[in-house]
């Protein structure tokens, strides 16, 4: 048996070598023909939003990857037909999906799976959270100072390494694969909050809505990234999920630090026109010599600032009870076949980015309040399968739309400390799918009637419509006076990227 285990250690070793050396000959080839496209044909802006939005498409792609591979992974339960179904709740990638394994009749398959239990599962599906809540507020603040660039492509790339590692960590050990999964979390949880000191530094104001709709990307990776998967798994096996999601996040990593700068002083490819519409638009909202130090009170005391907290917080507590508990809604009341709703269930991450993409012109005009009234409406045509499947996809339609609306919020009032302002925002949110779980598991445990759920849609109700009050009257899109603090001492040479001085001069055709 241990030399059976050492084989296998020693042949996936060799996989992912061989792998690596057939992805790096592509990204040689891929990279002159790309760098050549975009020479001719992009600005530098116009890259930098086509790589942020593969970035976060990635980004989700490497969260759900495993959410998708467990079943493949894990031996069928004794006693049952050789069908294994996982209900998977991941918190951290804001995803619920429910799949089903029926090819499992192959020996030789048996042998490459594990004997996990649903609390081994569950285990190992929710640590990424444990390493992802640690990073989201160091990671803005860190990309403050050093610059969203790198903080962004790094958490990325070295997501990437652990995603083609993880197939070997799990035929290591279950241990290993835990530790994989908590660094793998805590790599991007940086990620989101990194993406909005570039946009301080790269996007004027008139186009700072459209270009935060990137991140709800996301939600169209996690829409791509489920069918692909299931396909890679039926003729490749789980491990392959793996291998295409890591090896994929290699190239957009490569990509990433290739074409994108740090400031637009700092590209050499920038026309001198680009660079003076970008910093004339910018002017001086966003300090060219970071803050050397976060003013904590001020912001702390800043109602804007607390407009977007609030509001992200009770907007990702609604999303995480639609999107976590729709399967089960949709099973006890709706008596739905979930294995023939497969499309489904990949439906609202598709919506949700479309709306988020269209409605970047007027988000700052569409509230929380079309969700909550949405779910008013659930509350008395629920029971109807027609009726709740359309104000359950209509509500995460919109819902994509006022994402776009405050997420983009704080480079408005506080652009040199956004990545902060966010950080924190994400960090208090991210418990709203432990308290949306707990809540619906308290109203249904010894009742999943319709008249439980009916609570459960009051409660969503209330809170998207407070959370639409709150930022209506405390929102702002004003820049904050302490945006700017004056420096505590002289800080010399703290960082020098300010690049070649623009010289005055009438752009020549």
Same mark, same amino acid.
């Given at each position: ?14 996989? /992912? ?20 496209? $975009?020479?001719? $044909?992009?600005? !530098? ?51 619920? #999906? =429910? ?124 829409? @791509? #990234?489920?069918?692909? !998967? ?9 491990? /392959? ?13 490569? !990509? ?25 638009? @910018? ?17 702390? $005391? ?5 407009? *977007?907290?609030? =509001? ?10 639609? *999107? ?8 006890? @009341? ?26 970047? !012109? ?7 309040? =079309? ?26 339609? =919109? ?10 919020? +704080? ?54 419509? /407070? ?5 209506? $009257?405390? +929102? /702002? ?33």
């Amino acid at each position: 048996m241990i030399s059976y285990l050492i084989y296998a250690h020693k042949y996936y070793l060799y996989e /992912s070598i061989f792998l690596f050396y057939i992805f790096f000959n592509d990204l040689i080839k891929f990279e002159n023909v790309f760098l050549s496209l $975009c020479v001719d $044909c992009l600005s !530098c802006r116009q890259v930098l939003n086509i790589l942020t939005m593969l970035g976060f498409m990635l980004n989700y792609a490497l969260r759900v990857n495993l959410t998708i591979a467990i079943v493949a992974m894990v031996k069928p339960i004794e006693n049952t037909t050789a069908t294994t179904i996982a209900t998977i709740v991941d918190s951290s990638s804001n995803l619920t #999906t =429910t799949l089903i394994d029926n090819d499992v009749d192959d020996a030789a398959e048996l042998d490459e799976r594990f004997p996990w239990d649903s609390y081994q599962q569950n285990f190992v599906l929710g640590c990424f959270f444990w390493g992802y809540i640690l990073t989201e507020l160091p990671g803005g603040r860190l990309a403050e100072l050093i610059g969203g660039r790198r903080v962004f492509g790094h958490s990325m790339l070295w997501a990437s390494l652990l995603t083609l590692l993880t197939p070997l960590a799990a035929h290591l050990n279950y241990v290993v694969l835990i530790i994989v999964r908590v660094v793998l979390g805590f790599m991007l949880g940086a990620s989101w909050p990194a993406i909005h000191p570039v946009a301080a530094v790269w996007i004027p104001p008139m186009e700072r809505s459209k270009f935060m709709s990137n991140m709800m990307a996301s939600s169209l990776g996690a829409a @791509i #990234t489920m069918p692909i !998967c299931g396909y890679l798994i039926s003729v490749a096996g789980w491990s /392959s999920v793996f291998y295409a999601t890591g090896a994929v996040g290699l190239l957009w990593s490569a !990509c990433w630090f290739t074409f994108v700068y740090e400031t637009p002083a700092t590209h050499p490819r920038i026309t001198a026109e680009e660079r003076r519409e970008i910093e004339e638009a @910018i002017g001086t909202s966003t300090s060219k010599k970071r803050p050397s130090y976060v003013p904590w009170m001020d912001m702390l $005391c800043s109602p804007a600032v607390w407009a *977007i907290i609030i =509001t992200h917080g009770l907007s990702v507590f609604g999303f995480f009870t639609v *999107i976590n508990q729709l399967p089960t809604y949709m099973h006890q @009341i709706l008596h739905f076949n979930i294995k023939e709703n497969g499309l489904f269930s990949s439906l609202p991450y598709l919506g949700k980015y479309i709306m988020a993409f269209s409605s970047s !012109c007027f988000a700052d005009y569409l509230p929380l309040l =079309t969700p909550g009234f949405l779910m008013v409406a659930q509350v008395f045509l629920g029971r109807e399968a027609g009726w709740s499947v359309t104000i359950f996809t209509l509500a995460l339609f =919109t819902h994509g739309a006022v994402t776009a609306g405050y997420l983009g919020n +704080g480079l408005d009032i506080a652009p040199n400390f956004s990545g902060t302002i966010f950080g924190l925002a994400n960090t208090l949110s991210s418990f709203g799918g432990f308290l949306s779980t707990w809540m619906v598991g308290a109203l249904t445990y010894e009742d999943k009637s319709y008249h439980q759920w009916q609570i459960v849609f009051w409660i969503l109700s209330v809170t998207y419509i /407070s959370g639409a009050l709150v930022y209506m $009257c405390l +929102g /702002s899109g004003e820049l904050q006076p302490w945006n700017n603090p004056p420096e505590r001492k002289k800080v010399s040479d703290v960082h020098n990227e300010e690049g070649v001085p623009l010289k005055n001069e009438k752009v020549t055709n």
